[in-house]
């Protein structure tokens, strides 16, 4: 298992919302105030980690097909931008088989090699989207990770899911032991609502962490294949993520969350919908 000393962080939040974005400027964040930094990709796709490398990397199930249980370390550990450690999980084939059971096959084939037991700082894994099988829920089942963030954006549909997370991450949490650690806001429009998400999380009694402006820069890192910390060094996105990498190092957030019920959400989303309205 992980030395208890490592930082090990999940983030979940709905298919397309930026998630693997914040993920990976993040680790990129981490890596550049000096930690050793393991980035683990938990999508199916395999593409978390690809503007880290600067294309995509063989996943721990490819590997596995390929080679079955003769692996070595060399086959599924990558390094990328300042020295990032990158593994991707992966997952079966399309339309065969669960996709949550390439995160249990991947732990395995890490703990079985040691990849755990080297001296990260912090290992970051990127989750996919809704946690809608127990597969994904692993990281937070198996206590892989400390904390866990939700990236989400003011639309309602990725609330929804953010929501649906919450009520994981409860299920998980307990006043002893609370791993969620805040609320990651993407502003994917310049459109996007603060109040709608602060009503959300004032509603769920939970924090949002940070705020990600929206900016182009990042969708021009991406088309290079980087993170902004790479592509865009002097870039004022930089601060920000640097500034969340040091918020999440030193959090200590002690609100065990209070996931919406499905008339509460209902409400919500009538809330939500006159916010939006608003000039």
């Known amino acids: 298992m992980l030395n208890k000393k490592v930082l090990k962080i999940a983030l979940y939040g709905k298919g397309g919302i930026g998630k693997s974005t914040i993920a990976t400027n993040l680790s990129a964040a981490f890596s550049k105030i000096g930690l050793k ?102 990281p937070m089942r198996e206590k892989y990770v400390d904390k866990v963030y939700i990236v989400s954006s003011s639309e309602f549909m990725s609330i929804y899911a953010a929501n649906n997370i919450l009520k994981s991450v409860s299920t998980f949490s307990d006043k002893e032991k609370n791993i969620f650690g805040g609320l990651i806001h993407n502003r994917r429009t310049d459109n996007s609502k603060d109040e709608i998400i602060k009503s959300f999380a004032k509603n769920t009694n939970i924090n949002v962490l940070k705020d990600i402006p929206f900016t182009n820069e990042i969708g021009i890192s991406e088309l290079m294949g980087k993170t902004v910390f790479e592509a865009l060094p002097d870039s004022q996105l930089c601060e920000t993520f640097i500034s969340l990498a040091y918020l999440i190092k030193s959090s200590n957030e002690t609100n065990v969350p209070s996931p919406l019920e499905d008339f509460e959400l209902e409400a919500f989303r009538k809330e939500a919908l006159q916010m939006e309205m608003k000039k």
């Open 37 to 138: 930094v393991l980035h683990i990709g938990c999508d199916p796709k395999g593409d978390s980690t690809r503007n880290l490398v600067g294309h995509k990397i063989p996943t721990v199930m490819e590997v596995i097909r390929k080679k079955g249980t003769n692996i070595e370390e060399k086959d599924i550990l990558h390094y990328g931008f300042n020295e990032i450690a990158c593994i991707e999980a992966g997952g079966p084939k399309a339309g065969m088989g669960c996709a949550g059971m390439g995160i249990t096959m991947m732990t395995e084939e890490l703990q079985t090699l040691g990849v755990f037991n080297k001296p990260w700082d912090i290992v970051i894994y990127d989750v996919l989207g809704d946690v809608v099988c127990g597969g994904f829920a692993v």
